[in-house]
Nanobody, 119 residues
Framework: VQLEESGGGLVQSGGSLRLSCAAS????????TGWLRQAPGKEREEIAC????????YYLDSGKGRFIISRDIAKRTVYLQMNSLKPEDTAVYYC?????????????WGQGTQVTVSS
């Protein structure tokens, strides 16, 4: 499967962005899509994951209540709605295919989209 992110950009603190992850192709061994991010000098961290059956897992404590993962099956697109953004949310955001939300083995990755939050 090929993944392509979009929707990043520059936003002021307190603002919102919606990221999109469009999938093409097919992979038989991966049943979920995750959103992850990596800030300069920091380790990559996973934000949320959504299974093919719609089950959702949120991993990032600082994102709970602010970041919402969703999907449009017909468009084969997974979204990450980000609200109340903070400067510390500045990072490159990636989507990736995952075996499952519990089994965090990653398959395909998108190229990433930059999110910059100004104070």
């Amino acid at each position: 499967v090929q993944l392509e992110e979009s929707g990043g950009g520059l936003v002021q603190s307190g603002g919102s962005l919606r990221l999109s992850c469009a999938a093409s192709g097919f992979s038989a061994d991966y049943y979920a899509t995750g959103w992850l991010r990596q800030a300069p000098g920091k380790e990559r961290e996973e934000i949320a994951c959504i299974m093919w059956d719609g089950e959702i897992t949120y991993y990032l404590d600082s994102g709970k209540g602010r970041f919402i993962i969703s999907r449009d099956i017909a468009k084969r697109t997974v979204y990450l709605q980000m609200n109340s953004l903070k400067p510390e949310d500045t990072a490159v955001y990636y989507c990736a295919s995952q075996r499952t939300c519990e089994n965090r083995v990653f398959g395909s990755w998108g190229q990433g989209t930059q999110v910059t939050v100004s104070s």
